[in-house]
């Protein structure tokens, strides 16, 4: 229900979330409009408060008899990602066609490029997050989709022993957004989903005992 009526909206919308630049270049004709702040929006039967990118309120806008509203506005209160490509003057909503690796920009201490490491049953990943520390011990990492993504698709293994309480949150609030209990080393590559709308950076963490590895392909683990 939600993506039918967004869907419904986007059409109405699209304008209002544009920067300058991008107006000046469309064939675009002026109109007059009212803002409405008499209009509440709401959702589930919730009523939400309208913001934009930078969190300050606004209002809808009248015009003609209709209603618009800002697609950013929108796409936050139904927890749908959206992004807009300058050069192609093109909005996406929802997941993307192709995914961004989660290698793009990743930094942590256990990052590696060595093949010993970033290989795993046979199959080179040229990178990884290898977390070989002994002991035990919480490993975890940071991801920074910075709100661009509807969905998380993150492949983890152990080695040499399990991931026990694994939590992938928001890392703003705390807010757990995943919860995977055990991860055993005889299940190989586990892929997690998660859904990350409206998240701008993400913490991982597990629990693993003794010689255990937490092994993370970045480049088959990525954003959609």
């Known amino acids: 229900m939600k993506k039918k009526v967004l869907v419904a909206i986007i059409s109405a919308s699209m304008l209002a979330s544009m920067g300058t630049g991008a107006l000046a270049a469309t064939k675009l004709k002026e109109i007059k409009a009212y803002l409405n702040p008499d ?11 309208l913001r934009d990118g ?86 975890s990492f940071m991801l920074y989709p910075e709100k661009q993504y509807q969905t998380l698709y993150l492949q983890i293994a152990a080695v040499n022993g399990d991931i026990t309480d694994l939590k992938i949150q928001e890392s703003s609030t705390s807010t757990i957004l995943k919860k995977v209990d055990l991860i055993k080393a005889e299940e190989g590559l586990v892929t997690i989903e998660v859904n990350i709308a409206g998240v701008k950076s993400l913490y991982i963490e597990g629990s693993v005992k003794g010689d255990t590895t937490v092994f993370v392909p970045l480049t088959t683990s990525y954003y959609k």
Do not use: C, H, W
Request: aromatic share 12%; net charge positive.
């Open 54 to 139: 930078k969190g300050n309120a606004i209002a809808p806008i009248t015009y003609q008899g209709a209603n618009y509203l800002p697609i950013r506005a929108v796409s936050d209160a139904l927890g749908v990602a959206v992004n807009y490509d300058a050069a192609t003057q093109t909005i996406s909503l929802g997941e993307k066609v192709d995914g961004v690796s989660i290698a793009n920009g990743f930094k942590d201490m256990y990052y590696t490029k060595d093949p010993v490491k970033t290989t795993y049953k046979g199959k080179d990943y040229k990178e990884a997050y290898y977390n070989d520390a002994s002991g035990n011990r919480s490993a």
């Open 39 to 49: 209009i509440k929006v709401k959702v589930d039967g919730t009523y939400v408060e």
